[in-house]
C-alpha cells in the first residue's frame, strides 16, 4: 500500500472526478481523506497501485504531488493514549509525521520523513503491545 497525494481545486466536483475515476478503474481507496487549504485541498489516500492511480488522475488533469511509502500501525482501542505513546515513540527517533489518518481496518496510516526509521518504531511497537 502506498498514500498518493492529490490536490484538488477547491470547488465542487473535484473529489468525484477523482474518486470516480479511479472507480472506473478498479483502483480501490482503502482509507484517506481531503483537507481543504485555500484555493486547493490535498487529498492523501491509501492505494494498492499507486502507480497506475497516478496515471488514471493525470489523465483528467489531476496533480499528484507524490507517491509516499506508509506506516501501517495497529493501536489498542482499548488502551487510551494509544496515538499520543506512538506518535511519542516516532519523536523520541527524531522521526518527523507528515501525514496521519486511518485505513478502512480502523489502522493508523503515516506518511514520514524517515520511513526506515519510523519502520523500525513501529516493529518494536507491534512486539510491545501487540505480543
Known amino acids: 500500500m502506498k498514500d498518493i497525494e492529490i490536490v484538488l481545486e477547491n470547488k465542487p466536483g473535484q473529489l468525484a472526478l477523482m474518486s470516480e475515476t479511479l472507480g472506473k478503474n478498479k483502483i480501490s481507496l482503502e482509507g484517506g481523506g481531503v483537507f481543504q487549504n485555500g484555493n486547493t485541498s490535498i487529498a492523501h489516500f491509501l492505494v494498492e497501485e499507486a502507480d497506475r492511480a497516478k496515471t488514471e488522475l493525470e489523465k483528467v488533469g489531476l496533480k499528484v ?61 507491534m512486539k510491545t503491545w501487540w505480543s
Not at 71 to 85: A, C, E, F, S, T
Not at 91 to 97: G, K, S
Not at 113 to 124: F, I, N, P, T
Open 65 to 125: 504531488i507524490k507517491i509516499s511509502d506508509v506506516i501501517i500501525q495497529k493501536l489498542r482501542q482499548d488502551v487510551p493514549g494509544q496515538l499520543g505513546m506512538f506518535c511519542q515513540e516516532l519523536t523520541n527517533a527524531h522521526v518527523n509525521i507528515l501525514t496521519q489518518y486511518s485505513d478502512h481496518s480502523n489502522q493508523l496510516i503515516i506518511v514520514v520523513d524517515d520511513y526506515e526509521k519510523a519502520k523500525e518504531v513501529s516493529e518494536k511497537w
